[in-house]
């Protein structure tokens, strides 16, 4: 069979899990957040939904150490659960995740070029399908340079919001009058933003020492996109309060407007661009592994587990991802790819941690592992019925009708007698 090359060690596994997460909550979801809960209520849904995360990605880390290739959940819940679980954890990544790349890339042209945002889009997903193909060598390096502007472009948000006069704290609020469901449905939305950490397990056919890179390299790139969320969070609802972010295409761009720089706006925008563009390029690699795993065992057409025999990646599986997302940004919308993926995404995680408990104890370790899986469990379900009914009714449609297929041909395939 072939294999994909280990190239990445702990620094670039990292960078991948920062390029999958910073800008996609900034910049896509922090608006329809802020619309569901409010002010404070959009910090506390912020940390319930970091710490569902943190759940799953400590039983994340510890299958990917236990399982160190491409697939992630998807070759956790058939080694773990059976063929079923395993199949409903691909379908539930690849069908959420390509919505996500499509909600990825209409962002890129809404912030490029709004009047012909679909086309911006289209050539994105070509271009950066055309990186991947390149090899995971310069997804990682043209990675790291798209995080490090992120980074900087966040860092000039914060320091013209938060130090220039415009911000005022008391327009963040506080919980009083803030409803339980908008809270959980906003941090249902913004968990969109935080599931890129498990791009670094569904390489796990790439990263080297695997058992010792993945346990590290997760929670470090999840505690630095937390920290960087709630800081913004914090400045944006104190310059712009719930109400106006609430109805912003563009927060932080409306944020150094309002703090008195109007002309920096533009380096936001670019900024934004940056870093939608830094996910996009991580999501189709990591949706192109997961379709890798499955077409190895048949759950995906065969032809898709080809791996290229100089670049070493799986380029038929990764052009397939890249049709069907471009056909999604002609047809499709953001804020319904957004509620779709956040849906399918959390059933991913909670066939995860339903994998992660049947692991056997681990002496030494530290952290209460079960326990946060089954926290990691309970929380993955709670936040997925608590998003917008017509995400939830899409969602679980689509994996109703994935699974039905899968039962149908399993019993096609049964010997007659």
């Not at 290739?69 to 199949?87: I, N, P, W």
């Not at 409903?88 to 890129?108: P, R």
């Not at 799986?314 to 471009?326: G, Y």
Request: charged share 10%; aromatic share 6%; net charge positive.
């Amino acid at each position: 069979m072939d294999q994909l090359a280990r190239r990445l060690g702990v620094p670039d596994a990292v960078v991948i899990g920062l390029g999958s997460m910073l800008g996609a909550g900034v910049f896509v979801v922090f608006a329809p957040a802020a619309a569901a809960a409010g002010g404070s209520g959009l910090l506390l849904a912020l940390a319930l939904a970091g710490f569902v995360a943190f759940c799953n990605a400590t039983s994340s880390a510890r299958l990917a150490a236990r399982y160190p290739e491409s697939g992630g959940t998807y070759v956790y819940g058939r080694e773990r659960l059976g063929g079923f679980a395993g199949f409903l954890a691909g379908w539930s990544f690849v069908t959420g995740k390509t919505a996500s790349c499509a909600a990825m890339a209409l962002t890129i042209g809404a912030y490029l070029w709004p009047a012909h945002a679909r086309v911006v889009a289209v050539a994105a997903v070509l271009l950066l399908t055309a990186v991947n193909l390149r090899g995971i060598g310069k997804t990682a390096g043209a990675t790291r340079a798209l995080v490090a502007v992120t980074l900087a472009v966040l860092a000039l948000v914060v320091v013209v919001g938060g130090l220039t006069g415009a911000a005022d704290p008391a327009r963040i609020g506080d919980l009083a009058g803030t409803p339980p469901r908008g809270v959980l449905t906003a941090a249902g939305l913004l968990f969109f933003a935080f599931a890129g950490y498990a791009r670094i397990a569904t390489l796990g056919e790439e990263v080297r020492e695997p058992e010792r890179t993945i346990p590290r390299a997760v929670p470090l790139a999840l505690g630095v996109v937390l920290a960087v969320y709630l800081v913004l969070a914090l400045v944006t609802l104190s310059v712009l309060g719930p109400a106006r972010l609430a109805r912003s295409a563009a927060p932080l761009a409306d944020v150094v407007s309002a703090a008195g720089q109007p002309g920096l706006a533009w380096v936001v925008r670019a900024g934004a661009v940056v870093a939608v563009t830094s996910v996009l390029l991580a999501l189709i690699a990591g949706v192109g592994r997961t379709t890798l795993a499955m077409a190895r065992r048949r759950d995906l057409p065969a032809a898709l587990a080809a791996v290229h025999p100089r670049h070493r990646v799986p380029h038929r599986a990764e052009l397939a991802v890249a049709a069907v997302v471009i056909t999604v940004v002609c047809l499709g919308g953001l804020r319904g790819a957004i509620g779709f993926s956040s849906c399918t995404v959390l059933v991913y995680y909670a066939v995860t941690n339903a994998a992660a408990l049947t692991l056997e104890p681990e002496p030494g370790r530290r952290l209460p592992v079960r326990a946060l899986a089954v926290l990691g469990l309970a929380g993955c379900v709670l936040l997925a019925v608590s998003l917008p009914p017509g995400s939830v009714l899409a969602g679980f449609g689509v994996l109703a009708a994935g699974a039905l297929a899968y039962l149908l041909r399993r019993r096609l395939a049964r010997p007659a007698g």
